[in-house]
């Protein structure tokens, strides 16, 4: 009997030990390992909302044209050249000699596929109302493409960063489910595997165009536990994690392992409130609750202890770098007497239950900190609020979507890394929008007042007046500008990037 | 034997049958399903267009039977989120818990049946006190706890081993041993009380006054028959295992289907709980037939019982 | 089917102590338990007493933020202030008026969810035990199926669909557990009714109630309060596993669980915040367990079937 239990028990450690062995193909030396703690819903980027599918998407994919990490401006890729040909037609020159994945070479004829995919209102693709400007897409000869726009359209350079290239022959001949999983692009990097909620590992594309990528191999890990993040960085297992909390910093920078470096990103904080009701009645539709809320904050002392400083007070949701900011606009200042006065008048003296839908600290460090001194700042005022975690961020993005936000919920938003005041007032502030809950006519004929001109002073002063709307009227509760705080083992090189793109391309080995 | 297999197969079918009912009686009779796919402005007549979409509006009996005779089919629907049959999802997942929960448990045998036994030989001694103590204290451990602690001091301060994941045989060392800390507490008990009960039965005290050698009476009469109540019990306890790799995976961000459940749950989403429970359970119920039969071989005398 | 696990354990255990061994040896031991068990009824009376005086012990309310002095060590390290003697938590919570109240929750959550799943329990084994037969067949295969299903997984389930919260885990909690008693009663139901003194009042023509409730349970009272004892303790660390998961009690509300889970990403540098809860549940955990031991000996030394 012993004997067979032993030998049971051999077997089964055999058993243990060998199934999982099999995946090591890589070494460390060519294997750079990055960090996420969501997992991205789709290899499609322009039908994901997440920050996490951008990210990817730059690693397997090109777009026509790409920010310049140091100056910040758009500089060619895929577009070697683009120049209008009248106030509503772009004419763009591409590079020859790029090839797909799949072998196809890149033409003219795949950047129309790739635009007119995402146009097609039938597909509801959630990158469509980026792109809505343009009317259609005309192949000029195999390198040049016309595009057509509705009226004069001030942002279409910025926004060939924000649209990845598919192959034509792929669209074509693979249905959407396929499409979803398998990421046939021109990039740097190809997807050999992808274990959802595991990892995804990537390697070289050694028929790149561009620069090659020092590291061969790139492993994208999922995990969800900062505390699991941290850990992993500092003894050695992950090379580069990001939305590290501030106060853990020195954790990382005191390893010996690893270091912190932060930069402010283009990504605004805030509480979005329900006041277009899609959710049903909720108090937030009445102005007075939503200033009160704005009042009750005392976002400048949080950003001060919590954020340990790493956080940019913004009156209203536009970003600091985006173009159009108004730096004249002072952002509200606690005032609970004001704010409890505030909710009294609107019917509410004494005080007021709300349900608060929170988030995962995916793309904002200390979400939960934060959202734990607002919710008692917001006491003080009378507001009684109880929080709802919901812990896996692609389920709340997809709530969110559906109008099931809840009359107070954690969001913020990335511009599609887009440096322009539209790429946030047209998605979050719109009427009907998929990510908006505020709803004011005034302002939506602003927003179509700023994007219909090429004239940067005219477009600079309609968004001082959107602006001022918006903190008047408090759309929603304002928190402040990020900035991001990553965390990089020390044997790589790597610069934190403003557009909050991680591109693990450009990683380095750290010379010894 | 085959008489008792047979009856130990109906017993086991009964179980299973009771099972999908538990879960199905949980998910749909004390939940609406519906309210959580609608939006929360969406109307009574949207409502109900959905309740008979979902095929609500029959009785409970049906939706059991078609929900049933689906499963049987390995089909439980779509997950809500991702759009992915349920069933993939967590076919998926499961290889990395079984692998865990097999190596939790020779991880709890390693400490429990060496301390056990000697335990029970040495009985009331300085051994069995520390033992039992031991065991006592393990037991008020919670395994979270364990295996944070297990990180800083194995994978942050000596750097030896990986903080989380899943891969080499390195990754399995600390889930595997937190796991066992988790089980062996209860384990290292049976076996100590099987072995004195063994021993003080008429045929040990009779191989003992034949004088046969202490240690031959130990390893032939006493451990082979001390191996029953423990098997038995290491049966049972799989189920409880399967709970502590809930939490084991949690810390070590390991890719089981234990993680996928507390994320489903999270997100509500029911087709993805309904079908990881349901195997689950499945499994616990295979292991635990498995038990019965070796037990029902090493003894024949159960068999009748 | 199944036999022994955690309560019936105890039972099983106690049994084999209970055989026969050197007499100084069991005075010894049942006297190393008594002392075990004073110091564990000690600790209890602490840790109850400072749970029901807790809005009179605590420095601050538990829910107090304070942003300026967050991340404060306890008072004994550098930088730590007498003002907060545990320290602060991660948004300047005070740890010690913190631990002091989720002490209150745990031993809320523990108490009650026992006294549902003892009650239901007693009464489901006492009625599978006294009337055998068809009633016992049906009780015991739904107590099969419970006991084979982990009880986390079906916890994680019904929270699936109710929503986490405090009194939505007392009822998980509380209507999971029931199996354990069951089977234990059942088992000593089945003996007891043999016994001269029950057989004396069937012919003396004593109602089935009066017999079940006036001969038999007071005779399993020490089972009762010694298997439920010691599910206080399981209970406690299961609610600590749950809101450890974001599944439990949620927070602004201190649990010694959640606590633990939200301090966890600062047990590198603050450790305090983590481990105070940590060290909360182990030592009660602990002491319920000792004292759940020793009240075994007590009662019933033998605590024969």
Excluded at chain 2, 235 to 261: H, K, N, R, S, Y
Aim: hydrophobic residues 50%; positive net charge.
């Amino acid at each position: 009997m012993r004997r067979m239990l032993s030998l049971g028990s051999l077997l089964i450690l055999l058993v243990v030990l060998a199934a999982p062995m099999l995946a090591a193909a890589q070494t460390k030396d060519d294997t750079l390992v990055y960090a996420l703690q969501s997992d991205v819903d789709t290899w499609d980027p322009p039908n994901s909302v997440l920050r996490e599918a951008i990210i990817l998407g730059y690693h397997v994919f090109d777009h026509l044209a790409v920010r310049d990490l140091k100056t910040r401006k758009v500089i060619p890729n895929l577009a070697t050249s683009w120049k209008t040909i009248d106030d509503t037609t772009w004419e763009v020159k591409l590079r020859q000699g790029v090839r797909f994945h799949d072998g196809s070479p890149f033409t003219a004829k795949d950047v129309k596929a790739s635009f007119d995919r995402v146009l097609d209102p039938a597909r509801k693709m959630t990158a469509r109302g980026n792109h809505a400007k343009i009317k259609s897409v005309e192949v000029v000869d195999d390198h040049t493409v016309r595009f057509k726009t509705d009226g004069p359209y001030p942002l279409f350079v910025e926004r060939m960063t924000a649209l990845v290239m598919h192959s034509e022959k792929v669209l074509r001949e693979k249905p959407h489910e396929w499409v979803q999983e398998n990421p046939i692009g021109t990039g740097p990097y190809k997807l050999v595997r992808w274990n959802r909620k595991q990892e995804h590992l990537l390697v070289r594309n050694d028929d790149y165009w561009g620069p090659k990528p020092a590291f061969k191999y790139v492993r994208i890990r999922i995990i969800p536990e900062q505390a699991t993040q941290i850990a992993e960085l500092i003894s050695g297992g992950v090379d580069i994690i990001k939305a590290v909390p501030p106060d853990q910093m020195d954790v990382i920078d005191k390893s010996g392992q690893a270091r912190t470096a932060t930069s402010p990103i283009l990504r605004t904080a805030m509480l979005q409130l329900d006041q277009a009701a899609r959710g049903g009645p909720n108090p937030f539709t009445e102005r007075r609750v939503r200033q009160a809320a704005n009042l009750a904050v005392d976002a400048d002392a949080i950003i001060k202890h919590v954020l340990n400083g790493l956080g940019d007070r913004t009156a209203t949701g536009v970003n600091p770098m985006a173009f159009g900011w108004d730096a004249g606009l002072k952002p509200y200042k606690q005032d609970i007497g004001r704010a409890k006065q505030l909710l009294a008048e609107a019917g509410y003296p004494n005080g007021v239950d709300v349900t608060f839908n929170t988030g995962p600290p995916v793309v904002e460090p200390a979400i939960q900190q934060t959202n734990d001194a607002i919710v008692a700042d917001m006491a003080k005022a009378g507001f009684r609020v109880k929080q709802n975690y919901v812990g896996d961020n692609t389920v709340l993005v997809a709530r969110i979507k559906d109008g099931k936000g809840g009359p107070m919920f954690n969001w913020s938003w990335g511009y599609y890394s887009v440096f322009d005041a539209d790429a946030i007032l047209y998605d979050v502030f719109k009427c009907g929008e998929s990510y908006s809950y505020y709803c004011n006519r005034e302002l939506d004929d602003l927003i179509h007042a700023g994007r219909s001109t090429l004239d940067q002073k005219k477009r600079a002063e309609i968004y001082v007046k959107a602006q001022k709307l918006l903190f008047d009227d408090a759309a929603y509760l304002y928190k402040w500008g990020l900035r991001g705080v990553w965390g990089i083992s020390n044997r790589v090189e790597y610069q934190a990037p403003a557009d909050e793109v991680d591109r693990m391309f450009l990683v380095t080995p750290r010379k010894k | 034997m085959k008489g008792y297999a047979l009856r130990q197969l109906f017993q086991l079918a009964v179980v299973v049958v009771g099972i999908s009912m538990l879960v199905f009686a949980i998910l749909h009779v004390i939940g609406d399903p519906v309210l959580l796919l609608l939006p929360q402005n969406a109307g009574k007549e949207e409502y109900e267009r959905y309740h008979k979409l979902l095929g609500l509006d029959k009785p409970v009996y049906v939706q059991y039977w078609k929900f049933a005779s689906r499963a049987l089919q390995g089909d439980f629907g779509k997950s809500w989120y991702t759009d992915t049959p349920a069933f993939r999802l967590v076919i998926e997942r499961m290889p990395p818990t079984l692998y865990l929960t097999t190596a939790g448990l020779v991880a709890a045998l390693a400490i429990a049946l060496p301390l056990g036994v000697l335990a029970a030989l040495k009985r009331h001694s300085f051994l069995d006190n520390a033992c039992t103590m031991l065991a006592v204290a393990g037991q008020a451990m919670p395994i979270f706890w364990l295996g944070i602690m297990l990180i800083i001091v194995f994978a942050v301060r000596l750097k030896t081993l990986p903080a989380s994941g899943y891969g080499t045989w390195q990754h399995f060392l600390m889930p595997a041993f937190t796991l066992g800390a988790f089980l062996a507490p209860i384990t290292m008990r049976l076996v100590r009380s099987g072995v004195i009960e063994i021993m003080n039965m008429d045929y040990i005290r009779t191989a003992r006054a034949k004088g046969f050698a202490e240690r031959r009476v130990v390893v032939k009469h006493a451990f082979r028959n001390a191996c029953i109540p423990v098997i038995t019990v290491l049966g049972l306890q799989f189920g409880q295992l399967l709970g502590g790799a809930i939490v084991t995976e949690t810390v070590f961000a390991w890719p089981g289907v234990a993680t996928l459940v507390v994320d489903s749950i999270r997100n509500q989403d029911f087709p993805v709980v309904q079908c990881a429970v349901i195997l689950l359970a499945l499994i616990i119920v295979a292991v635990n037939f498995l038990v019965d039969m070796v037990v029902g071989l090493i003894d024949p005398r159960i068999r009748v019982g | 089917m199944k036999t022994v696990s955690a309560g019936g354990e105890a039972v099983l255990e106690a049994r084999a102590t209970a055989a026969p061994a050197p007499a100084s040896g069991v005075a010894l031991r049942r006297l190393w338990r008594f002392k075990w068990g004073a110091v564990a009824v000690f600790v209890m009376l602490l840790v109850v007493g400072s749970a029901v005086l807790a809005p009179w012990l605590a420095p601050y309310s538990p829910i107090t933020v304070d942003i300026q002095h967050r991340l404060g060590p306890p008072a004994w390290m550098d930088g730590g202030t007498r003002a907060h003697v545990l320290g602060t938590d991660q948004i300047g919570r005070d740890l010690l008026s913190r631990v002091i109240y989720g002490g209150r929750v745990s031993l809320v959550i523990g108490t009650v969810a026992v006294l549902i799943s003892s009650t239901i329990g007693v009464l489901l084994g006492l009625a599978a035990g006294y009337f055998a037969g068809r009633v016992d067949w049906t009780i015991m295969t739904v107590i099969n199926v419970m006991l084979t299903f982990p009880f986390v997984l079906l916890a994680l389930a019904v929270i699936a669909v109710l929503g986490p919260s405090l009194i939505n885990m007392i009822i998980v909690l509380g209507v999971a557990d029931w199996p354990l008693y069951a089977r234990v009663i059942r088992a000593e139901t089945l003996t007891i009714r043999e016994r001269e003194f029950v057989l004396a009042g069937r012919a003396l023509g004593m109602s089935h109630l009066r017999i079940v409730f006036r001969q038999i349970l007071p005779n399993l009272v020490s089972v009762i309060v010694v298997i439920a004892t010691l599910q206080v303790a399981r209970v406690i660390i299961l609610e600590s596993f749950l809101s450890f998961l974001g599944l439990g009690v949620q927070p602004p509300t201190p649990a010694w669980g959640n606590m633990l889970g939200e301090g966890r990403v600062y047990m590198l540098n603050s450790w305090w915040i983590a481990t105070f809860p940590g060290l909360a549940i182990f030592v009660t955990t602990l002491a319920i367990n000792l004292m759940g031991n020793a009240l075994r000996d007590w009662l019933d030394p033998h605590m024969k079937v």
